[in-house]
């Protein structure tokens, strides 16, 4: 896994050749996690941040998954990135709520 996630990242600056589908890297690293990959599914979910550093929805599912893991730290850490960039999401200030509970 960390071979291809080094190759896609090499791909980057020459996006004009290719198209990586933040949805569905997204559901590629839900599905991962689902199905009990956490480690592989947060490398897929980070590469999605990596890709779309201004989405809410990548930064939540990254969060969703370091809170699955128990890593708290990270899991708010990328709930404050999604809410920075979408102050008025009711889904991330829940999830912050429930963190503090």
Request: aromatic share 10%.
């Amino acid at each position: 896994m960390d071979f291809l996630i080094k190759k896609v990242k090499e791909m980057k600056p020459d996006s004009s050749k290719y198209f990586i589908d933040e949805k569905e890297m997204q559901r590629i690293g839900t599905t991962l996690l689902f199905y009990g990959s956490p480690d592989d599914a947060i490398k897929i979910l980070k590469l999605n941040t990596y890709f779309y550093p201004k989405s809410a929805t990548a930064a939540i599912s990254l969060g969703k998954a370091y809170l699955k893991t128990n890593n708290i730290d990270l899991a708010g850490e990328y709930f404050k990135k999604a809410l920075s960039i979408e102050p008025d999401n009711k889904e991330i200030t829940k999830l912050l709520k429930e963190m503090k509970d």
